[in-house]
């Protein structure tokens, strides 16, 4: 009986401490989903003079808590000692975390569960102690809850080991990143103008699927990088919020934790100040990319810039008794003057890339003086069309051309680069992404894009010229043609008028006003002077003609104009730093880049913008709407076009705590999906 009654006090003794060293688990009843426990692991260390506790957190259902980092809506947990009650000292580790966007709003942590592995070091080694703290956890869902809960740990050295813990331990302690010994940072940039931070690392076995993240510094806030790998280098952007509006990070040593497959190191790093270029997003596949280019080529050739150019191309083909060869060849040779316009525009493009301006297309329009010499041709060819002058080359050069073979040749070739130069200012669907790729891609990949654009845009002159019976079967010439060219003559007129209007910034509204009454009285004259009040009576004719087609049109889309067309909505200028700041406020952003010269631009406008419901919508209470016009060069929104790996206008984009990433909308805009967008980036809660 003694010895049974012995071996149960040794069966006590030995189970006692096991019991001690643990907390067991801990739930607060006003907030039943989280239990905590705190739990020596393993027997007093002595060659490295800590006691192994694991500090163990469960969350059930979609619960999560933070990393000691955690983001612009998150609070770090935090654990309290009283040095008089505890004569240790405590080395949290931190596993590495996840990171959660919710309502637009981003943060780092853990859910389900969560094993954080501390290093208990005694004042005297080797002793038994105590930790008696305060554990203030915070957990979150849609709502977060902070809750404390005591914590009270004797230690023992003596304890037995547990494998099951001992076990548990080291699982924790293989999450948590390790210091660096392979990955290095190169440079860490602070960008105080663009309120980013640009971190150069670089890793010999090269990148896979990694990720980064960066320790909080003061006020400031780190959001989710862009990340571009090149082999063994990888380039992190953070845009970094933060409540000073003075803040500087400029000499700042940053803690930086990098992760791939099987890897994950922590190093730390100096940041010094600079400016950022902007980060080249990641391009769609090559051939992807050439056959946009195809199609926006192609698609250019309706635009009312380009669409006059055909036109006349095919009238004076219809002029005269010509054979195959006679109809191909001018064809050919107005395609080829595309192509040649194409592949100058691309070694354009290549010379400023590399000088380091700012680039993107239809960038010529941002020049008056470009665009008035396009006002003087575009003025020119309408005038000639009406007859008011005809230009006639000397006897003498007139009889060598005409004896030389493709004599006229030069003209056609003319004619099709023409076209390319009023085509720049139109962005067609396609066209802003092919450009885009190509403007940030390697030299032969940037011409091999523009070569797919030419093609796209020569390809409906290609085709006449493989299939010139097209053209016999069109009606025969007659006294129809004089009135035909007429109509080309005002297409073109439209097209000074337009650009007359680009210019009224620059001339002012009187010069303006009377140059374009020059250029409309003009026409009018040369058909009275040449044809009599006939002449005089068709040229009023045509334009009652085109102002009634307008009626008639205004008339169909009645449902969709009924509302005003002034732009009375609040813009504001466009501020990239402020998007952010909005969306996690819970408002919307409705991101407009436009220019006076960009037709699509125009269209949008009118057609979508300013008429309800997109116009009524835009106003409502938790609506920012901002607009970043670039009718004259600026350096910002260039950038801010290639971040969004777009280089022409226009573009659209919403923000929203239901898109917090932003969605960018297509070129030309549509009521349902402009509406679709807004109502997508609403608060989903």
Request: net charge negative; proline share 7%; charged share 15%.
């Amino acid at each position: 009986m003694i010895r049974i009654f012995s071996f149960f006090i040794l069966l006590l003794a030995t189970t006692l401490p096991l019991q001690a060293a643990d907390t067991g688990w801990l739930q607060a009843p006003e907030h039943p989903p989280v239990q905590v426990r705190l739990v020596q692991t393993g027997p007093y260390d002595a060659v490295n003079n800590y006691y192994p506790a694991l500090l163990q957190v469960r969350l059930q259902d979609d619960w999560k808590t933070y990393w000691r980092s955690p983001g612009e809506g998150g609070i770090a947990p935090r654990l309290e000692w009283p040095s008089s009650k505890n004569p240790l000292s405590v080395n949290w580790q931190w596993p590495l975390p996840e990171r959660f966007t919710l309502l637009g709003v981003e943060t780092q942590g853990y859910r389900h569960e969560v094993d954080f592995p501390l290093q208990l070091t005694p004042a005297d080694a080797g002793k038994p102690a105590t930790f008696e703290g305060l554990l203030t956890l915070p957990s979150c869902t849609t709502i977060c809850v902070l809750t404390e809960y005591s914590l009270t740990l004797p230690l023992d050295p003596q304890m037995a080991t547990d494998e099951t813990l001992n076990h548990q331990y080291q699982q924790a302690v293989s999450r948590v990143p390790r210091a660096a010994s392979l990955i290095q940072a190169e440079q860490l940039v602070w960008d105080p103008v663009a309120k980013q931070l640009d971190i150069s690392l670089t890793n010999p076995r090269g990148w896979q699927q990694p990720a980064v993240y960066v320790d909080e510094l003061d006020s400031s806030i780190f959001s989710q990088p862009q990340l571009t790998v090149n082999d063994t280098r990888l380039q992190a952007r953070f845009k970094v919020g933060s409540w000073d509006p003075e803040l500087n990070l400029d000499g700042q040593v940053v803690v930086i934790t990098a992760t791939d497959e099987g890897l994950a190191e922590e190093l730390a790093g100096a940041i010094t100040r600079g400016t950022l270029p902007p980060v080249a997003a990641t391009a769609p596949p090559l051939g992807l990319v050439l056959l946009y280019a195809l199609l926006g080529g192609l698609i250019l050739n309706i635009m009312p810039c380009v669409l006059p150019v055909l036109g006349l191309k095919l009238n004076s083909l219809l002029l005269g008794h010509r054979s195959r060869a006679d109809v191909r060849r001018p064809l050919l040779w107005s395609a080829l003057g595309i192509m040649l316009s194409f592949w100058a525009l691309a070694g354009f493009m290549l010379i400023l890339t590399w000088s380091g301006a700012q680039l993107g297309w239809g960038i010529q329009f941002q020049q008056p003086g470009f665009i008035g010499f396009m006002l003087l041709v575009t003025a020119l060819f309408s005038l000639n069309l009406f007859g008011l002058f005809e230009l006639r080359l000397p006897t003498a050069m007139s009889t060598w051309l005409a004896t030389r073979p493709g004599h006229g040749n030069g003209g056609h070739l003319l004619q099709g680069m023409f076209a390319t130069l009023l085509a720049t200012p139109c962005s067609a669907p396609f066209l802003g992404t092919a450009v885009a790729v190509a403007l940030a891609s390697s030299p032969l990949v940037l011409i091999a894009i523009f070569t797919g654009l030419g093609l796209g845009m020569a390809l409906p002159w290609l085709v006449l010229a493989l299939f010139p019976g097209v053209i016999g079967a069109l009606p025969r010439p007659g006294p129809w043609m004089i009135r035909v060219k007429w109509l080309f003559g005002l297409m073109l007129l439209a097209t000074s008028l337009w650009l007359l209007s680009l210019l009224q910034s620059t001339l002012g509204n009187t010069a303006t006003l009377v140059l374009a009454a020059i250029l409309i009285v003009l026409p009018l004259w040369s058909l009275l002077r040449h044809y009599g009040s006939r002449g005089l009576l068709f040229g009023l004719a045509g334009i009652m003609l085109l102002g009634a087609a307008g009626g008639v049109g205004a008339l169909v889309t009645q449902s969709r104009w009924v509302s005003p067309v002034t732009d009375e909505l609040d813009w504001q200028p466009l501020d990239p730093a402020r998007i952010e700041r909005e969306v996690a406020a819970g408002k919307r952003v409705f991101i407009d880049i436009t220019a006076d010269w960009c037709i699509t631009c125009q269209a949008n406008k009118i057609g979508v913008v300013l008429r309800d419901p997109v116009y009524s919508a835009l106003q409502e209470e938790d609506m920012v709407l901002m607009r970043g016009d670039w009718t004259r060069p600026d350096a910002a929104i260039t950038d801010y076009l290639r971040a969004n790996q777009r280089a022409g206008i226009p573009f659209n984009q919403v923000f929203g705590p239901g898109l917090p990433q932003g969605k960018a909308l297509e070129v030309l805009l549509t009521t349902d999906k402009v509406i679709e967008a807004l109502n997508e980036s609403r608060n989903k809660s």
